[in-house]
């Protein structure tokens, strides 16, 4: 049956073949208006082009491209069902529309432009801006449709356009250039370049986004979302851009600009500029990546602690030329010495954490705190060496400086309270949670209270060797046949102490105190170490007793002396540190005026009751002084009031600590 059907349907394909030729010529008589027009659509094209009419040409270019595109798909479809010399046929169309790649190339060099000068056509041609967005909608929603006939195997050469993607790209680097272009200054030109460039940037992003936000969503259609591509935009560029300067090796103060201009970057000086009304969730990335943020954080804590240890350096050092030029220290409206030494350290520090603070992060704020303790506390050591060095000039050249050196110990006394105070202040100012304490700075502000508190140990004690040194030859006859049967040298320590209480009014109150309960200490231990040595057996110029009224006499006059030293120390105090410790004196002084053999281990027991750190030795030699009990019976007296295991136990410190035998 197939045999007897073979030549009728060899028969058909030639009709098939002669109904596709005939399809083809209905075709091109179908289109020949389009073809016989095309020369004039082209020259339209180009005039309007060259008058600037961009949508009339557009409607042109269009009308050339609809032509050709139909043309070629007829001879895609005719091809795809069988037809023959379907390439080259296209190629005939191609060839016959030439002009149209040529046209093509005009637009996208259109659409750059106005990419470039968009911003500012929006405020000064709006009309403009207008067509390009037409434009721009035309050819996306030619593309969209070329992608569907793609989907049936029809393709064109240079579809898709994709002409809203160069545009965008076309604004990534107009912005990006424009980025570029507001440095205006070079370091080389000026040591502000970088505020310069910042603020200049600042001002035109501003500037910019505002016609962005105003402008642009009357002349582009929403779905065009050109408001968004803008903002993605600059928000990318400025990334770029910040990380390229941060490439530059900045120097000092630059990487605090950067890191300031970062952290105010969603803030009402820039994107959050209540003028742009911008949605910051927009922004899903922020301006620099955690990584960056930190190594400027690094390098800006970096920067300021060399600042911090430089400028220390050199006030120390301005600190120590005054100590040594003559000039009277400055006073507090209470007439304090002082001088200006805590005001340079502060006002550098504080200013650099208020500087930190503008940062918005609470990180920063705290490493800066720490950084700054860190440096006073190694301020320290050469502080203190300093004043050791003044000490030893003042030794060596005593007329030199005179009394200036006891005002300016005075002032670095007074000093070191105002230290005190300050770093509190800080602390409670700059440091307000638990996590912050956590951070070390509560530590910190541990140590370095601690380091003042030594600092005023250190004054407090070259004052009073200051003092001793003065009165020591006199402190020397103490319990001597001379002290005894005058009053001289309790007048002369009075008197030394009466000419440096002059100075002492000079103290804070507080530190008076401290100073007061130090000479008087001394001195107690004076008297108590010339006691001890009646006791020794060694031979010295110390007094012996052979009588209970030689034991009074010199018991009465130790008393007498101990309560005139009291009263003449504590009428310069406005309150008193504590007991006097001149009031042992009179404790020791009763164990003299025991006449009683019997009551004796009574007496001793109570002075030992009062002062715990006395040892066996030392209640042994004060035993012996008395000179009625031998040095044996001293002993074993003494072991037996206070066991023989006595010396082994824990002693804190007191009067008798440092008296050694």
Partial sequence: MYETIQPVRDKLQNLKKATLENNQLSSAMEHLKHIFGVPDIVDSCHKCLDNGELLQAHKHLMDLENSR???????????ASGGVHGSHDAAIVTRYF???????????DAIKFMANQCLVAARTEPHKVVTIARILDREEASDKRYLELSLQGFT?????????????EQVQNQIANRIEASQIKSREESDSWLIIHLEQLRRFVI???????????????????????????????????IIELMGQELQGNEHLHLLAWVSKYRGEELMGHPELQIDLSQLQTELLPEAYVKELEEQYVATVNTNIKQWMKKALER????????????????????????QLIFQMVEENLHVASTLNNRNTTVRMLMVSFDEMLNNMDPLFHELKQYKARHLAEPQRLGSIFTHYVIAVYNNFAIFTKQVKNLRDSFARTDVDIEHGVDSRHSRLTKRFEDGCRECCSLLADEVFHDIDKYLQNLLTKLWLATRTDLDTIL??????????VHLFPDYLAHLTKELATRITIEYLKAILQCGTGIMTKKMSFKTQEERNQMADKIIAEAKELEAFLVKRVTHADGASPLKSLKDVAEVFKQSDPTMLSFEISTLIHKHTDMRILHVQTLIAAR?????????QMAIDIMGEDADTKHKPKGLFTTIQL
Avoid: C
């Fill in 69 to 79: 595109d139909e043309l070629l798909f007829e001879i895609h479809r005719q091809t």
């Fill in 98 to 108: 030439r002009d149209i790649p040529y046209l093509q190339k005009k637009f996208e």
């Fill in 156 to 168: 064109v050469e240079g579809r898709p356009k994709g002409y809203y993607k160069l545009f965008d």
């Fill in 207 to 241: 500037e910019d986004l505002r016609v962005v936000q105003l402008l642009l969503p009357r002349l582009f259609p929403p779905h065009l979302r050109m408001v968004e591509t803008y903002l993605k935009t600059y928000h990318f560029s400025l990334s770029t851009h």
């Fill in 319 to 342: 600190e120590v030329k005054d100590w040594d030029k003559g000039n009277e220290p400055d006073e507090d409206n209470r007439g304090h010495y002082q001088t200006s030494y805590p």
């Fill in 495 to 504: 008197a030394t102490l009466n000419d440096y209480y002059v100075d002492y």
């Fill in 627 to 635: 000179g009625d009990v031998s040095k044996s019976d001293a002993r």
